[in-house]
DNA sequence: GCGTTTTCTTAAACTACATTATTTTTTTAC
DNA sequence: GTAAAAAAATAATGTAGTTTAAGAAAACGC
């Protein structure tokens, strides 16, 4: 079950022989953390890049005055982690927590790295996860650049409704970056 | 001279031998742009991905009102294009200018894909091109959330001189998010 | 070098969204 | 199941940034 669903992921980018699998599967550490848990918190360093098995983990930044702003969600089959922090090993500027009771595959840096190295196939897989994950945050800052909150709430119910069910409103407002208050007149407009 | 500069880049991430330094400089199309001239228009499918040897770069997007948004420029030794489009051979949501007299080297999707074959080492060099490019597009998403609006015009000034000097302010205004009326507000301010 | 076009500035009126406060609804903890 | 806590809704007031318009300064074309 483990194995299937991160192999499964893989293999859509890869393939792998059985000892590249088996290889691969050896320096995953798989760990559950309850809802509400940290998977990381600002200022430490990030070890870690994270694949969610289960559960449904948040990226969020908190500002000098406690405002939080949501970076990203991930659902099972996605990797999220401080990329900045994690590459460069540096103190985190993101929290990561679970927002749901989760199962998350860690993969450590060293592990990382010598991975490139063992295994190059996987720069080519991370190549490709880092492209798609670029062309989306880019297609988000256009989106934030060029349409109101409205638009962008109703683009984000239709682009990840899987997400949009498990979480809060005021998660959503914050990431969409605006108020849960301003969030509430919105969803109150579309019953006029 | 269009050598050393490619090159060198390249070689901050990976060696190359010669056969190899040979092979990829060969699938490299050297082209001028004069200012003003436009690299890609949006609707157009993206066939390449784009080395600044000399000169200045925009990427923009135009909603349907024409209200422009700066996506991102490009100094010398940057690697710019419409990723999403170019990595699925879609028609461009972007345009590409040139707001200087620029010498573009041109890197075609096919060639690229026949390289990551020939020369396994450059999915590497575009693994990390893209993760610092996913880092620097996280990085901006943070501070679009969380800043105002002068406090992201003094954080451009600073991390691209370079670039906010050869630019109009009406582009920093549309990289910023906000119009030119409302800068030159900002830097009112300032004199105060 | 000069007329034309584009960019920048200033200012008044306007709007999308924030803030604060209160009430209602939902979720959580035991 | 129930009390307490958190989230959501509603509404009044406030503000960061927009719009429109007009004049001044800079850049451009020939």
Redesign the interface.
Known sequence: MMQNLVLKNITKHISLDENETAYFLSILKEKKYPKRSIILKEGEICKTINFVQSGTLRAF?R?PTG?E?T?MFAISDWWITD??CF?NQQPA?LNIEAIEDSLILHLQKEDLDDL?LKI?KF??F??II??N???R??????Q???LTAEQRYYIFLEKYPQIAKQIKQKQIASYL?ITPEFLSMIRAQKNK
């Open positions: 930044y500002d405002k702003s970076i990329m900045a590459v500027m490139y190059p720069e080519r991370f190549r880092m492209q994950a670029y062309i945050e880019q297609l988000r800052i256009i934030n650049l060029s970056g």
